[in-house]
């Protein structure tokens, strides 16, 4: 549990699909620990290189958290002030109703409330309905005139929330997607100092693929890695949910398996994970993933792809919830895989 | 009989093991070079060294399937769509499950159980359960496992007047195209892709592609037929029994027109009949293809089949040979140095 | 400025027929441009080598239009749309095929409840049989809704295919004064971009420049109840935050606003998040690259005839121009 603090710094932290850089910041700095050779891309992925050691030809691993949270943006500065939003991501409009957020202006961040109609003046038809997300508004308490010299059509509107621990390591706050998975890869590589491995593990703090894996798509060009992994959340169970939309937390990672995934990297993490004692759960999919392994699997001639996370209940809230312990684990399974993989093994995924 | 072998075999998209397995003993002959990709895609090629256009030939040997992603305790099993599967074709009908084969049958409630306004209601995916006879749930988890694959159990078998029935003509057909036209020996510079995944997003064809940077690509498709009664002629996609289509645009393709008016004047050159694919919708893998690297010249040549994706598909043994005879003259043609980019 | 868009807007380019149209507009560039050329998907690049880095302005030289699908045997046509076009849009409209043929599209009579569908509609040639016809338009020709141009106004223009003959007009003028200077570019007229951006894709692929700058219209919203946009006529071109397919990079952002601040022109901030434009495909090509958008604020997007302000038109020439020159390696 070496990297809690970074976590609930970058649980903390601002950063929006394109404008990531202060998240980008902490994840720097935490990478440092394990590497110096650190590189931004065109798009601002976060590319850190930790080499392996072979005499002969070595296996590249690249392993990709996206490090953006979903956001919203000024589209407009309506009469008195109030801002108009559109998504760049997906919310809920009904859980941002009296939702806390930070407004990010020219020169300073502004603290805002997303505005909402109290229940003593609305007809009683008019309560059954939930806001669609234009009949929102944010609320900065200044003059229009204020609000005009100071925000701008475009400027970026995140959530604002402190993380609250809950029992057993469990965390709640915002972005647990997907920075606990960003924290994955920060104990896969502290987990795996006592390795010597052949692969080059390239560590990627991807960005934008809350807008269509818009990151991982010229990160996997860039890079061109033999295989690559996928880190990203998965959905905790809750009564309702169907049975295979249901993992639990605290039951170690789920390990995804589907056209979207090799079959030899699905059966190599799984069977790392069974090595070395240590729980993990079954995801299926049947069509491309919604995380950046759908980009890396037909990037260039194709990549040999993977995918795993923990699981996250109220997925795209302010209150996501995850366990910490299911964090150390992933990054474990991780570190158990890339210690055994070998050029032969890469050479092997693509004999069918 | 390749059409049987082909359409027979299982491949769901992302699990095409048994299908491709099959297509590469068809095509092992001395004059090909043979080997896969980190997808799966089987690639076939022949005269990799001559000068002269790079041509791909693709046909996509995935079909459309269910995934088994849970198990309930009566033993009955929960399925997922691989590929896009309309929930309404599925009831009583027979599926074979996993590398063991299985078989499970599609149940619903019966008919003397439903109130009226249920009988009007398609059934979706939380209504439908397949039933392999499994009086428990780990009797179930003794021969099947969430995460294993299912597809139709339908046989091939010819009927009617020169017509066939089986599952997967889609793209089985465009298979056993490639397949003859790869066990000739040509005096191009030719790739037969038999590609994985086209029934998830044409991924197989957009890494084929990519790698093997063509000069002409023609993907070979089983496209939708729709030319039953009740159906006015402008939207009768294709028709059966009057040749290969060729794609005036999809979703995906507004096609090069000289290629296309290539492809007709070879039609026409040779007595070949064909069609026009008369509506817009849909896809096949040179919608990948034509955007791959700096673009791809191209287009597709499909065999119509009724019922696509559904568990009974009926083709014309008269298009399928039509079709094999036009994708010859063309590949001829492009050899005799007829055509010009 | 208002004549050449005028003649551009007139130009009929179904997305997928450009490459029979497009060289008769490049054999205008003869004069400066070092290479023309077609490529594979239709897009006509014009090349001009130079110092500095390689800046290309990209502007989409296609439209919606129609397709014909088949021929009834007493001559009337059928027909698929390109692009995003809707059947209640169409009725009583007139066609110009790319040969130049002409007719106009009429319905099947329809109980007034029942939907429409564009295979309910039917053009009208003027003739009344199947042979006839096929001379005229066999199945397979496009053909656009042929909407007349007119100026309004002092500043306003209003026709088919503003968006983006305005635009290729506008890249066009940049490039000619970024060539004279000297400097390292080349002008995409992208094809297929109203069918998904399929030309811009393989362009960026092939050209890979340092910077692209793409010119194309974005929605007005200063009209009566109108959907949400911030942008008005006459207030000057738009610099693209995001779109449905982008979010402009920071860094060519700054460069944008800080060239507009430079030239003391009015610019806005477009905010379009349903919006499909060129700039996607080409910041994700390959290992990426750097895009900005510069917009004509456009009213009637999506309609078979828009209007535009020229005065926009013009601050945009020179913004791109005075961004192109801002631009660090």
């Known amino acids: 549990m070496k990297h809690v603090d970074t976590l609930i710094r970058l649980l903390e932290e601002h950063g929006g699909p394109g404008f990531e850089e202060e998240v980008a910041k902490i994840v720097e700095s935490a990478m440092r620990t394990y590497t110096s050779k650190i590189e931004r891309d065109t798009l601002g992925n976060l590319i850190a ?19 953006d949270e979903i956001a919203l943006m000024v589209s407009l500065i309506d009469k008195g002030g109030f801002l108009r939003v559109a998504q760049t991501g997906g919310f809920d409009p009904r859980t941002l109703v009296g939702q806390e957020v930070v407004v990010h202006g020219k020169n300073k961040r502004w603290h805002g409330i997303i505005g909402s109609k109290p229940p003593h003046l609305q007809a009683p038809d008019e309560q059954k309905k939930a806001a669609p997300l234009e009949d929102l508004f944010i609320d900065l308490a ?42 994955v890869i920060l104990e896969c590589l502290e987990a795996l100092k006592k390795y010597h491995h052949q692969a080059d593990v390239i560590a990627v703090a991807s960005v934008q693929e809350e807008v269509g894996v818009r990151g991982a798509t010229t990160v996997g060009y860039g890079q061109a890695p033999d295989v690559a992994i996928a880190i ?121 | 009989m390749l059409l049987k072998k082909l359409t027979e075999a299982m491949g769901p998209s992302g699990y095409e093991n048994e299908i491709r397995n099959v297509i590469r003993s068809e095509v092992t002959l001395s004059h090909n070079h043979i080997f896969t990709d980190v997808l799966g895609n089987l690639f076939v090629q022949q005269n990799q060294d001559t000068q002269g256009p790079h041509i791909m030939i693709d046909a996509h040997m995935d079909e459309i399937g269910l995934m088994i992603v849970h198990v309930e305790e ?79 159990a339908t046989t091939y078998g010819e009927m009617g007047e020169r017509a066939a029935k089986a599952k997967s003509f889609d793209d089985r057909v465009g298979c056993a195209l490639l397949v003859e036209t790869m066990q000739k020996e040509w005096q ?57 289509a060729l794609t005036l645009q999809d979703g995906l393709t507004l096609p090069d027109r000289r290629f296309t008016e290539f492809m007709i004047a070879t039609a026409e050159k040779y007595n070949i009949p064909w069609q026009y694919r008369r509506v817009k919708g849909g896809s096949n893998d040179y919608g990948a293809i034509q955007k791959a690297r700096e673009g791809v010249i191209g287009g597709a040549i499909s065999v119509p089949v009724r019922y696509i994706h559904a568990p009974a598909q009926i083709i014309s043994l008269e298009d399928y040979q039509a079709a094999l005879q036009l994708l010859t003259a063309i590949l001829t043609e492009i050899q005799e140095g007829r055509w010009h980019s | 400025m208002k004549n050449i868009i005028k003649q551009w807007s007139e130009m009929v380019i ?68 390109i692009g995003s076009l809707e059947a209640k849009q169409l009725i009583g409209q007139h066609v110009r095929f790319t040969n130049q043929t002409r007719g106009i599209i009429g319905c099947e009579m329809k109980d007034a409840n029942t939907s429409l569908s564009v295979d309910d509609l039917y053009i009208d040639l003027g003739v009344d049989s199947a042979e006839e ?70 362009a960026a692929f092939a050209l890979q420049p340092d910077l692209v700058l793409v010119i194309d219209s974005a929605p007005a919203g200063d009209m009566p109840k109108a959907k949400r946009m911030d942008l008005r006529l006459g207030h000057g071109p738009a610099l693209k935050i995001m779109d449905g397919t982008v979010i402009t990079p920071l860094r060519v952002k700054n460069v944008l606003q800080d060239a507009a601040e430079t030239l003391g022109i009015n610019i806005q901030h477009e905010v379009w998040p349903g919006g ?30 828009q209007v535009i302000d020229v005065r926009d038109v013009e601050s945009l020439v020179k913004w791109a121009v005075a961004a192109a020159n801002q631009w660090k390696a």
């Not at chain 1, 050691?53 to 996206?66: D, F, N």
């Not at chain 1, 993380?163 to 709640?172: A, C, D, G, I, R």
């Not at chain 3, 656009?144 to 635009?167: I, K, M, T």
């Open chain 2, 74 to 152: 009566n033993g009955l099993l929960r399925f997922r769509p691989i590929g896009g599967i309309d929930p309404r074709v599925l009831v009583s009908k027979p599926v074979v499950i996993g590398d063991s084969k299985h078989f499970g049958v599609i149940g619903s409630k019966p008919i003397h159980l439903q109130k009226p306004e249920e009988r009007r209601q398609p059934l979706g995916w939380d209504q439908l359960y397949i039933d392999i006879g499994a009086s428990s749930k780990e009797d179930a988890l003794s021969v099947v496992q969430p995460g294993d694959v299912a597809v139709f």
């Open chain 1, 232 to 352: 990203d959340v998965t959905f905790a169970d809750m009564p309702g949910q169907a049975s295979d939309f249901s993992y639990k937390i605290g039951k170690g990672p789920a390990i995804a398996k589907g056209p979207n995934i090799h079959p030899k990297v699905f059966q190599d993490l799984s069977e790392a994970a069974k090595a070395n004692n240590i729980d993990y759960q079954l995801e299926l999919s049947q069509g491309p993933t919604g995380t950046d392994g759908r980009a890396f699997q037909i990037t260039r001639e194709g990549i040999a792809t993977g995918l795993v996370g923990i699981a996250i209940r109220y997925m795209h809230t302010s209150v996501e919830t995850g366990s910490y312990q299911d964090i150390v684990d992933c990054g474990k399974v991780l570190a158990e895989y890339i210690a055994q993989l070998t050029w032969e093994r890469v050479e092997d995924y693509s004999c069918y």
């Open chain 2, 188 to 244: 191009l510079r030719l790739s037969g892709v038999f590609a994985v995944q086209e029934e998830v997003g044409l991924r197989g064809a957009t890494a084929a592609a990519y790698r093997l940077k063509p000069d002409i690509a023609i993907a070979l498709e089983g496209t939708v037929c729709f030319d039953v009664v009740d159906a006015p002629a402008h939207n009768q996609a294709t028709q059966l029994g009057k040749g290969p």
């Open chain 3, 133 to 202: 016809a096929y001379h005229l338009a066999p199945i397979g020709i496009s053909a656009v809704l042929d909407v007349p141009f007119a100026e309004l106004g002092e500043h306003r223009l209003s026709g088919r295919a503003l968006d983006n003959r305005a635009g290729c007009v506008a890249a066009a003028d940049a490039f000619r004064q970024l060539a004279d200077e000297g400097r390292q570019v080349t002008l995409v007229f992208s094809a297929q971009s109203v069918v998904g951006a399929r030309g811009a894709k393989t």
């Open chain 3, 276 to 305: 499909q434009s060129d700039a996607g495909q080409i910041h994700l090509s390959q290992a990426g690259l750097m895009v900005g958008g510069l917009s004509i604020p456009t009213r009637y997007t999506g309609q078979l005839s």
């Open chain 1, 142 to 183: 200044m003059p229009e005139e204020r609000v005009r010299s100071e925000i701008r059509v475009g400027d970026r509107v995140t959530l604002h929330r402190s993380v609250m621990p809950l029992l057993h390591h469990h965390y709640s706050g915002k972005s647990l997607d997907n920075r606990t998975s960003v924290a």
């Open chain 1, 49 to 67: 290189t930790v080499e392996g050691q072979s005499s002969g030809r070595r296996p590249r691993v690249l392993l990709s958290a996206h490090m």
């Open chain 3, 14 to 81: 179904p997305a997928g027929s450009e490459a029979a149209h497009l060289p008769s507009v490049l054999a205008t560039f003869k004069d400066i441009a070092d290479s023309t050329e077609i490529d594979r998907l239709g897009n006509g690049i014009v090349r001009k080598n130079g110092v500095g880095p390689h800046v290309a302005l990209v502007a989409h030289i296609d439209e919606p239009g129609i397709m014909v699908n088949h021929i009834e045997e007493n001559g009337f046509l059928r027909f698929l749309t």
